[in-house]
Each structure stands twice: as structure tokens, then as C-alpha cells.
């Protein structure tokens, strides 16, 4: 059949448009440093441009013309904004098989957009089908937005962390951290942007609409636009679960789903962990101990650790440990394994380490190992039971005899730390029993973090109060304050024989604990060690052990065997060289990682001289 004149040249405009298409996304790909590959980029040269040119005649509209405009934004946030920002952060390649996948993803949205954009016009209800096309943009670009935002605020593209932080993120810790991070102006900004985008969104789709509702739809045309709805669909089915951003979610949803077996082989584990309870500290002295885990502390803003920090900010123990006869001892070059707290405490709870091969949910928790120690267990948070599954803490906290939380809730409390001082008066003080307390430290906004009285360190005019050094100083001075309350409280009531104080990880006061942006005070943290006279008696070597570790490097995944090590229970699940407690501890500084190996802790430019490990 010959093509008219007219035809002709309705086709030569097509598939330049086409070609066009196709040739600035490779041109853009090769500019930035991603060049996608002949051999990826040349399998799809001939389908991409057939489908384009097809979908042109099909719904009478050009690809760059004002009609497709909206359509066309969402295609190209997809095809575009992963391999730019990986570019921009890492300035090297990105894997060319998962560009190709993203440009396919992006160029398949497009055609599917327009070709239902096209049918919904000749049904009729224009305004109505224009709304929800300009509403079905906005959501498209979702995913691309959240990534140029993150990329704005921290100048890093999204990575397996942090897009878990987002996972795992409730409902109210996402309005704190939109207030911390973006203000109520820009926030304010950024939803008027929004709100003209699908205006002008609207109006596009009105001219579309306008273009195709005078013509006749052809079958040819009709049968075109169905073949290319169920290709593109296919091509978004195939493709999808590909690209860059899939398989950073493959990522988070797979550990999601690991994490979920924990519970599942709890008791199999729990049985398999053998332990001689007739010479654990509970048989030996009688008592109570306490495990409270911090939050967000950071030794370069406590006055304990930094006395060149201007604010005194840590005044109870830093008397405490004046004292030499009190039990109490401190430990000055402690880092946490992560900057993040469920990566941390799913190794400081349990035998996974940095340092040995064992997965989560294959692991014994330090709550099994004081159960079979001969210890009533008891786990009271002021932190919600956050996020769209249990998190890794939660499954550990819900093998404990007795849990609680102060809101009993998904969400991050607004409550004090101290509402779980009465948490405690619930405790048989003539039984063994093993308290673990979770509280919300110094979780960002800071001024949150404590009451009123203790706003000792004001602000100046030119800080914010949520997030300024003396906001931080204040909630760490009032973690002092709690902290010394449980002590007081447990040695008076519970028959105190142990207690030990570490943060999860530590806080960067301009941008916080983002693992894409680390800095080494995210990972410096607080940890001390209480003994009574009643444990120094019954355990001496291991009272001299801890002693003798004062200024040597620990990281808090090792915590495991620590707390096996206290209690003096040493079990088949328990590794003495990970163990601050015994002389066996077999690690020095050029030996030790944080970041789950990504940092050695001889990187850290402010750490203190190496020491060697005891004999």
C-alpha cells in the first residue's frame, strides 16, 4: 500500500521525534559518565523506535509537544534520575544493564501514559480524565522526587540504608525529620510546587484532550493503542523489578523478610544454647542487671569523654567515676558498628558481629543467654515498635518474659525517658532478673528530648533550638539524670550486681547519623560498666578484665559475648575473643571496623594512641 505525501511526511516527523528521543537519553547517559552500552542500548534501538512512532500515530500527539509534556516528565524522572545522582555522588559507573533498564522502564511509562491517556480522551468526562492523568503524573514522579530531595539534603543518592531508614520510618518520625531537615518554608515550597505541577499537568492534558477529541478514532488506531498498552505492560512487568531503584528495594524488603525468621526459629535456637547455670552470676550473687541501651550519644558532646566540651553535661557520672571504690567503670574508645540503630542493635543484641559469618536470624540474643543464665527477663522501651514489620529490635524484645513500651505503639513516643522509672517498680526484687531499658536518648529534635527543667544551656538566637549543640547537651544531660534515677531506684530495690550504659551509635549535629554522609562522631560512643562489691567478690578475674580494658577499642557489636561474659555464662553460642569481660578479648585497634567494615577505627583522626590487648 502507498503512503500518501502527507503520510509520508507524518511518518519522517514521527520518527525523528523518535530518534530524537532515543539518541539525547544515550547522549545523556555518555555525558555523565554512564554510558549505557552498544550492546545493550543497540538490541533496543529498533522496538523502542517502532513503539514511539506507533504511538505518535496512534494518539495523534508528538513527543515533545506541549500535550505530552506531563507524560513525558515521568518518563524521564525514571529513565534519568538514578544514574545522574550515582554519577554525581560516586563521580564512577553504574551497571549499564540496569541504565538500560531504567531508560526502558522510563520509555515503556511513556507510551502506557499516553496510549491511556488517548483512550480515556475519547471517552468522554475530559476535565475529569485530565485530573486524574495530571494526578497519575505526580505519582509517577514520586520515586524520582524522594530521590532528588534526599540527594538535596544530604548530597548523596539513595543506598540500601538508607532507604531501610525510610522503610522502617513511621508516620511521626517522618514529620521530625522533614521538620529537621527541609523547615516549615520550604516544606511550604515544595507542597506549593506540587500543587502547581498538577495544575499545569491539568491544563496539558485539557490541550491533549482537545487535540484528539475532533478526531476520529480509526480501528487501526484503536488496535494500536491496545497492542502497545499490553507490550509496555509486559515490558513494565519484565523490567521493573531491574532497575537501580528495585533492587535497592529487593534489598531492604529481602532483609525485611530475613528478619521475619528470627521469630520463627526462636525456640529451636533457644534450645540448642547450652549453659552451666550452676557458675553463672546469678547463682554466684544473687541479684539484678541492667542493660540501658542509649540513643544518639556521642562522646564528643559529653563532657565525661570530651572535658574540653563546654557544657557539663554528664555531672552524675562524672562523680561517680571520680570515686575509685564506686564499681563504676568507663570505657573511652568505644565505637558503635553503625550509624543507624537497627543495624546496631541486631548485632549488639545478638552473636552477629562484624566479625563472624552468623546471620540475624540464625542467632542467640543476650535475652535467651540470661534466661538459660537463670534470669527473669524484662524489656521496657521508650522507643515504639516502629515501621510496616517488627523491626530486628522488637523480635528480639518480644522474646524477653516480659515487654513493654511506654506507648505500646508504632510510633516514636513523645514521652520522657524517665515515664519508665515506674516500669520498674513491676520487678520481684527477690528474684534474678535481667532489665533491659531502651530509651530515646537524644533522638533528633533534641529539645524533645527532655522537660522543661532541664533547659540548663540556652540556645543562641542564631541556632535552632531543635537541633543546636546546647538542645544536644541538654537531652544528654538528662539522660544522665535517668539514668542515675534506674541506678539509685535498682541498688536501693532490686539488689543491683550489674549495670551497663552504651548508646547505639553517635550523632553528627549538622546532619545527624546519615550512614551516606559519614563522619566518625556518628559512630564515637559512651559506654560504662557498673559492678557491686557483691560481683567483684564473686567474679574477680573477670572484675580485673573489665578493668584492665578501660582505654582499650571495642565496637558495640561484640556486646553479645560481653553481657554472655558478665553474666559469666559461657555458652556453645559464645566467642571469648569478643568477650571485654575476659582476658581472652583478642582484638586491638588496627583489627576493629565500623561501618560494618567499611571504616577501620585507625581512620578515625581524633582516636587516642593504640593499646595492646591484655595477657
Same mark, same amino acid.
Given at each position: 500500500?502507498?503512503?500518501?505525501?502527507?503520510?509520508?511526511? %507524518?511518518?519522517?516527523?514521527?520518527?525523528?521525534?523518535? /530518534?530524537?528521543?532515543?539518541?539525547?537519553?544515550? %547522549?545523556?547517559?555518555?555525558?555523565?559518565?554512564?554510558?549505557?552500552?552498544?550492546?545493550?542500548?543497540?538490541?533496543?534501538?529498533?522496538?523502542?523506535?517502532?513503539?514511539?512512532?506507533?504511538?505518535?500515530?496512534?494518539?495523534?500527539?508528538?513527543?515533545?509537544?506541549?500535550? /505530552?509534556?506531563?507524560?513525558?516528565?515521568?518518563?524521564?524522572?525514571?529513565?534519568?534520575?538514578?544514574?545522574?545522582?550515582?554519577?554525581?555522588?560516586?563521580?564512577?559507573?553504574?551497571? *549499564?544493564?540496569?541504565?538500560?533498564?531504567?531508560?526502558?522502564?522510563?520509555?515503556?511509562?511513556?507510551?502506557?501514559?499516553?496510549?491511556?491517556?488517548?483512550?480515556?480522551?475519547?471517552?468522554?468526562?475530559?476535565?475529569?480524565?485530565?485530573?486524574?492523568?495530571?494526578?497519575?503524573?505526580?505519582?509517577?514522579?514520586?520515586?524520582?522526587?524522594?530521590?532528588?530531595?534526599?540527594?538535596?539534603?544530604?548530597?548523596?543518592?539513595?543506598?540500601?540504608?538508607?532507604?531501610?531508614?525510610?522503610?522502617?520510618?513511621?508516620?511521626?518520625?517522618?514529620?521530625?525529620?522533614?521538620?529537621?531537615?527541609?523547615?516549615?518554608?520550604?516544606?511550604?515550597?515544595?507542597?506549593?510546587?506540587?500543587?502547581?505541577?498538577?495544575?499545569?499537568?491539568?491544563?496539558? $492534558?485539557? $490541550?491533549?484532550?482537545?487535540?484528539?477529541?475532533?478526531?476520529?478514532?480509526?480501528?487501526?488506531?484503536?488496535?494500536?493503542?491496545?497492542?502497545?498498552?499490553?507490550?509496555?505492560?509486559?515490558?513494565?512487568?519484565?523490567?521493573?523489578?531491574?532497575?537501580?531503584?528495585?533492587?535497592?528495594?529487593?534489598?531492604?524488603?529481602?532483609?525485611?523478610?530475613?528478619?521475619?525468621?528470627?521469630?520463627?526459629?526462636?525456640?529451636?535456637?533457644?534450645?540448642?544454647?547450652?549453659?552451666?547455670?550452676?557458675?553463672?552470676?546469678?547463682?554466684?550473687?544473687?541479684?539484678?542487671?541492667?542493660?540501658?541501651?542509649?540513643?544518639?550519644?556521642?562522646?564528643?558532646?559529653?563532657?565525661?569523654?570530651?572535658?574540653?566540651?563546654?557544657?557539663?553535661?554528664?555531672?552524675?557520672?562524672?562523680?561517680?567515676?571520680?570515686?575509685?571504690?564506686?564499681?563504676?567503670?568507663?570505657?573511652?574508645?568505644?565505637?558503635?558498628?553503625?550509624?543507624?540503630?537497627?543495624?546496631?542493635?541486631?548485632?549488639?543484641?545478638?552473636?552477629?558481629?562484624?566479625?563472624?559469618?552468623?546471620?540475624?536470624?540464625?542467632?542467640?540474643?543476650?535475652?535467651?543467654?540470661?534466661?538459660?543464665?537463670?534470669?527473669?527477663?524484662?524489656?521496657?522501651?521508650?522507643?515504639?515498635?516502629?515501621?510496616?514489620?517488627?523491626?530486628?529490635?522488637?523480635?528480639?524484645?518480644?522474646?524477653?518474659?516480659?515487654?513493654?513500651?511506654?506507648?505500646?505503639?508504632?510510633?516514636?513516643?513523645?514521652?520522657?525517658?524517665?515515664?519508665?522509672?515506674?516500669?520498674?517498680?513491676?520487678?520481684?526484687?527477690?528474684?534474678?532478673?535481667?532489665?533491659?531499658?531502651?530509651?530515646?536518648?537524644?533522638?533528633?529534635?533534641?529539645?524533645?528530648?527532655?522537660?522543661?527543667?532541664?533547659?540548663?544551656?540556652?540556645?543562641?538566637?542564631?541556632?535552632?533550638?531543635?537541633?543546636?549543640?546546647?538542645?544536644?547537651?541538654?537531652?544528654?544531660?538528662?539522660?544522665?539524670?535517668?539514668?542515675?534515677?534506674?541506678?539509685?531506684?535498682?541498688?536501693?530495690?532490686?539488689?543491683?550486681? %550489674?549495670?551497663?550504659?552504651?548508646?547505639? $551509635?553517635?550523632?553528627?549535629?549538622?546532619?545527624?547519623?546519615?550512614?551516606?554522609?559519614?563522619?566518625?562522631?556518628?559512630?564515637?560512643?559512651?559506654?560504662?560498666?557498673?559492678?557491686?562489691?557483691?560481683?567483684?567478690?564473686?567474679?574477680?578475674?573477670?572484675?580485673?578484665?573489665?578493668?584492665?580494658? *578501660? *582505654?582499650?577499642?571495642?565496637?558495640?557489636?561484640?556486646?553479645?559475648?560481653?553481657?554472655?561474659?558478665?553474666?559469666?555464662?559461657?555458652?556453645?553460642?559464645?566467642?571469648?575473643?569478643?568477650?571485654?569481660?575476659?582476658?581472652?578479648?583478642?582484638?586491638?585497634? *588496627?583489627?576493629?571496623?565500623?561501618?560494618?567494615?567499611?571504616?577501620?577505627?585507625?581512620?578515625?583522626?581524633?582516636?587516642?594512641?593504640?593499646?595492646?590487648?591484655?595477657?
Amino acid at each position: 500500500m502507498s503512503l500518501t505525501s502527507a503520510q509520508q511526511d %507524518a511518518f519522517i516527523r514521527r520518527l525523528a521525534a523518535a /530518534a530524537s528521543y532515543f539518541c539525547c537519553l544515550i %547522549a545523556f547517559y555518555i555525558d555523565i559518565g554512564q554510558d549505557m552500552g552498544a550492546k545493550y542500548f543497540m538490541p533496543i534501538l529498533i522496538p523502542v523506535l517502532a513503539a514511539l512512532v506507533l504511538m505518535q500515530y496512534a494518539t495523534r500527539v508528538s513527543i515533545f509537544s506541549r500535550a /505530552a509534556l506531563p507524560n513525558l516528565l515521568a518518563s524521564l524522572g525514571w529513565s534519568m534520575t538514578f544514574p545522574l545522582l550515582y554519577a554525581w555522588t560516586y563521580n564512577t559507573v553504574w551497571y *549499564q544493564s540496569k541504565i538500560c533498564f531504567d531508560f526502558v522502564v522510563g520509555t515503556a511509562g511513556f507510551i502506557l501514559l499516553m496510549s491511556l491517556e488517548s483512550v480515556l480522551a475519547r471517552l468522554g468526562h475530559v476535565k475529569i480524565s485530565s485530573l486524574f492523568m495530571a494526578l497519575l503524573n505526580f505519582a509517577c514522579l514520586a520515586v524520582p522526587f524522594i530521590q532528588w530531595v534526599y540527594y538535596c539534603l544530604f548530597w548523596h543518592c539513595l543506598t540500601p540504608a538508607s532507604l531501610m531508614a525510610l522503610y522502617l520510618t513511621n508516620y511521626n518520625e517522618s514529620i521530625n525529620f522533614i521538620q529537621s531537615n527541609l523547615g516549615l518554608v520550604p516544606s511550604l515550597l515544595i507542597f506549593t510546587g506540587f500543587s502547581l505541577f498538577i495544575y499545569l499537568a491539568y491544563r496539558a $492534558h485539557l $490541550h491533549f484532550a482537545r487535540l484528539t477529541e475532533d478526531q476520529d478514532a480509526s480501528a487501526l488506531r484503536l488496535s494500536t493503542l491496545g497492542v502497545l498498552t499490553l507490550l509496555t505492560l509486559w515490558a513494565q512487568s519484565f523490567y521493573l523489578p531491574q532497575t537501580s531503584f528495585a533492587e535497592l528495594w529487593d534489598d531492604v524488603t529481602s532483609y525485611v523478610a530475613q528478619t521475619q525468621e528470627y521469630s520463627l526459629g526462636h525456640d529451636e535456637r533457644f534450645d540448642s544454647l547450652v549453659i552451666d547455670k550452676g557458675s553463672t552470676l546469678a547463682t554466684k550473687a544473687p541479684g539484678t542487671v541492667i542493660l540501658i541501651i542509649g540513643e544518639s550519644a556521642s562522646r564528643n558532646y559529653m563532657k565525661l569523654y570530651t572535658p574540653n566540651f563546654p557544657l557539663d553535661d554528664t555531672p552524675w557520672i562524672n562523680e561517680k567515676l571520680m570515686d575509685a571504690q564506686s564499681g563504676f567503670i568507663n570505657y573511652t574508645n568505644v565505637y558503635s558498628c553503625w550509624s543507624q540503630t537497627v543495624p546496631v542493635l541486631q548485632r549488639a543484641l545478638t552473636e552477629q558481629s562484624q566479625y563472624n559469618d552468623k546471620e540475624f536470624f540464625e542467632s542467640a540474643s543476650i535475652l535467651d543467654v540470661a534466661k538459660k543464665a537463670g534470669y527473669e527477663t524484662w524489656w521496657f522501651s521508650n522507643q515504639g515498635r516502629y515501621g510496616q514489620y517488627d523491626s530486628a529490635i522488637t523480635l528480639v524484645a518480644k522474646t524477653a518474659d516480659h515487654a513493654s513500651w511506654t506507648d505500646d505503639s508504632y510510633t516514636f513516643t513523645d514521652k520522657y525517658d524517665e515515664d519508665l522509672l515506674p516500669y520498674l517498680t513491676q520487678i520481684d526484687p527477690t528474684k534474678n532478673n535481667f532489665i533491659v531499658l531502651h530509651i530515646m536518648g537524644s533522638h533528633i529534635y533534641y529539645h524533645n528530648r527532655y522537660p522543661d527543667t532541664f533547659d540548663k544551656f540556652e540556645t543562641t538566637e542564631d541556632d535552632s533550638r531543635a537541633t543546636s549543640t546546647p538542645s544536644y547537651a541538654n537531652s544528654i544531660l538528662y539522660t544522665d539524670y535517668v539514668v542515675s534515677k534506674v541506678f539509685d531506684y535498682a541498688q536501693k530495690h532490686l539488689n543491683l550486681q %550489674a549495670m551497663v550504659y552504651f548508646s547505639d $551509635h553517635g550523632e553528627n549535629l549538622e546532619i545527624s547519623h546519615n550512614p551516606d554522609v559519614f563522619s566518625f562522631d556518628m559512630v564515637r560512643i559512651p559506654f560504662w560498666v557498673y559492678l557491686s562489691p557483691a560481683y567483684q567478690e564473686a567474679l574477680p578475674r573477670h572484675t580485673a578484665a573489665l578493668y584492665e580494658h *578501660q *582505654q582499650h577499642y571495642f565496637t558495640n557489636d561484640m556486646l553479645y559475648d560481653t553481657i554472655s561474659g558478665l553474666l559469666n555464662a559461657p555458652s556453645n553460642r559464645y566467642d571469648p575473643k569478643q568477650d571485654f569481660a575476659s582476658y581472652s578479648y583478642g582484638f586491638q585497634q *588496627q583489627d576493629l571496623t565500623t561501618m560494618l567494615g567499611q571504616h577501620r577505627l585507625t581512620e578515625d583522626p581524633f582516636a587516642e594512641p593504640a593499646t595492646g590487648i591484655s595477657q
